[in-house]
């Protein structure tokens, strides 16, 4: 797990002075050393009475004495401390504490008075740098460049909320043997054609390069493969290949020609990239490019070769031991100088820290290549970078379709582009069955299915924990009655509503003060209360779902709120404005959430 130090101003909460009040009761009576981290508090379960509740079980063996006459005796000493504590049952090992409503009463109103809340209110002092997206040029985003992307702009998010210093920065693979055959098969079959003369997307365009090279090549080796080559030596021996490789070769050599189309070919490939990130709704502070980053990475090698850190074989290339470390020998330069994935990252991580020196750098990159991170670390402490440490993997499971795994070579790649379109279409289709955009122009519903088209990809994406594989069901996305955007965002609707409705009578938002809470009152209010230490959580963990689960939950529970308890039809003044305010305190802090997941919320719904 990435350890950030955090400097989160904060109030001090009920759980904060009973934890340190507990310490002194423990430390006074019985002659311990113990500290506030070791008393576990947490939120009574639902079947219980009371709030919040200590876990007295740990506590038994520093004071030796029996859980319930231990939790009997510290809830007196609670009562008597704090005025807030109003009640307490011991169950077993679980002194569960009754908390006054007029504490949480007070804390809607802290919340009105503060800005922002929820996020930072200063800055930590960490700049991080943070990796995601790391397309290739030679073929269009699809269905897992989705999740990448929606995961390191959501991360960078959170990390920003936690008052960090984020550079959110895309390292492009735009150079290498893959990229060399996309060139070769334009030059073979492109008829010197352009995206703007067959009127398609550049990297679309691009991309269908590489499927047809990967088909020819296909057919070239089941050719010598037949004369019993294995399939190692038919893919070496292919002319397809060797052609492939010489022009690596050209393009490292800078040959005018090779480098003229490589910049031409790109070129059609950014500009599609740029579409498919707009709509998307991610961007970058800073871009890399593999073509400059390899250049810094084998002078690098060069560096460690002859500081005896890596050692040159028989035929050329240059590799690391890194055996006694638990990894194996790994190659750093081919033996025709040629460099490998590993040289650029190399390359980029001292560029970036030399550029920046950054206190982090975060990459967020499938868990297929944790094997590759672990050697970029291993590799640069070798060579006694004292910062190498500093690298993190943000590490995440593979996404999948219902109908089974991609396959980019054979061209049945989900496309992001396709992928994002077919949201918003289905997003159009349920909305208006169910008269979401009834009395919305043509322009307002337009913008409103994209919004929940879009919404509902990305909170689908990230409510799942990024640890975790996941299949990415779309119909199941778009739907209005689940955990899933368009739940939240119609809840938020629903809140903008009761304000307008408030307005028209002359019913404006400000905070009055009621003297009791009704439980669905004090429900809501307790998940708003939870919602600070949720961010500040899930900027630890570099989890989007734990904001997700979060905005559903308070969402949920609005709802529950709202269907029990009049808000406009209150006949209490004080509790009518109390209700809107609260109201209206949920409606932004869902609005904040979701935003950090990138997803925006319509007014009307």
């Known amino acids: 797990m990435l350890t950030l130090n955090f400097k989160l101003p904060t109030m001090m909460k009920i759980e904060q002075r009973i934890s340190t009040s507990v310490v002194d009761y423990l430390r006074n009576n019985f002659q311990t050393d113990i500290q506030a981290n070791q008393i576990q508090i947490q939120k009574t379960l639902e079947n219980f009475d009371g709030d919040i509740t200590i876990v007295v079980f740990p506590l038994v063996k520093i004071t030796k004495t029996a859980p319930e006459e231990l939790g009997h005796n510290l809830g007196d000493y609670l009562k008597n401390t704090f005025s807030e504590v109003v009640g307490c049952n011991i169950v077993k ?24 809340f929820g996020f930072a209110e ?81 990297d679309h365009y691009v991309g269908k390069f590489y499927v047809l090279f990967e088909q020819n090549l296909k057919r070239e080796m089941a050719e010598l493969m037949a004369t019993g080559l294995s399939e ?158 500093s690298i993190y993997h943000m590490s995440y499971g593979m996404v999948e379709l219902p109908e089974g795994k991609m396959k980019s070579r054979e061209g049945t790649v989900v496309d992001a582009d396709d992928l994002m379109e077919e949201m918003v279409q289905t997003a159009k289709q349920i909305t208006k069955e169910l008269g979401k955009s009834d009395g919305l122009d043509f322009n307002s519903a337009q913008k409103l299915y994209e919004i929940i088209g879009m919404g509902a990809l ?44 408030a307005s028209e009578v002359n019913l404006n938002i400000g905070y009055r003060k009621v003297e009791f809470l009704n439980p669905e009152e004090k429900a809501l209010i307790k998940v708003l209360y939870d919602y600070k230490d949720t961010v500040r959580l899930a900027g630890e963990l570099l989890s989007p779902a734990i904001i997700a689960n979060y905005s559903y939950d308070l969402a949920k529970q609005y709802n529950t709120f709202y269907h029990n308890c009049p808000i406009i039809k209150e006949d209490s003044e004080d509790r009518r404005m109390f209700r809107l305010s609260l109201s209206n305190e949920v409606a932004q802090v869902v609005k904040k959430s979701m935003r950090l997941l990138g997803v925006e919320m319509p007014n009307k719904m």
């Open 93 to 116: 090992g679980f002194l569960n504490l009754s908390i006054d409503d007029s504490y949480y009463i007070s804390f809607v109103q802290e919340v009105m008075n503060t800005k922002n």
């Open 458 to 501: 990305k909170y689908f994406m990230l409510k799942v924990d990024p640890k975790k594989n996941m299949m990415f069901n779309p119909e199941e996305s778009v739907d209005f009655n689940g955990n899933t955007a368009p739940f939240i965002q119609y809840t938020y609707a629903r809140i903008q509503s009761v304000i307008r409705k």
């Open 232 to 389: 190692d030596e038919a893919r070496a021996q292919s002319n397809l290949m060797q052609q492939a490789q010489e022009l690596l070769r050209k393009w490292e050599d800078k040959d005018l020609e090779t480098i003229q189309l490589w910049r031409k070919m790109n070129n059609w490939v950014y500009a599609g990239f740029e579409e498919t990130y707009s709509r998307m709704g991610v961007s970058f502070d800073k871009i890399y490019h593999e073509s400059d980053t390899y250049i810094k990475g084998k002078t690098l090698v060069e560096q460690g070769l002859s500081k005896g850190v890596f050692k040159r074989k028989e035929n050329g290339s240059i590799w690391i031991d890194l055996t006694n470390e638990g990894l194996d020998e790994k190659l750093l330069l081919r033996a025709d100088g040629t460099s490998v994935y590993i040289t650029q990252d190399m390359g980029t991580a001292v560029w970036r820290h030399e550029e920046e020196k950054p206190d982090r750098m975060i990459y967020v990159v499938g868990n297929e290549q944790d094997y590759h991170f672990n050697v970029l670390k291993e590799v640069l402490k070798k060579m006694e970078y004292s910062w190498s440490d």
């Open 122 to 202: 200063a800055p930590s002092g960490q700049k991080i740098m943070l990796e995601y997206s790391s397309p290739n040029t030679n073929k269009p985003l699809h269905l897992g460049h989705v999740r990448n992307n929606l995961l390191g702009y959501s991360i960078a998010e959170i990390l920003l909320a936690n008052g960090h210093n984020v550079i959110k920065t895309n390292l492009v693979n735009d150079r290498g043997i893959h990229i060399c055959k996309t060139m070769l098969a334009w030059k073979k079959w492109g008829n010197n054609d352009s995206p703007e003369y067959v009127d398609q997307k550049g």
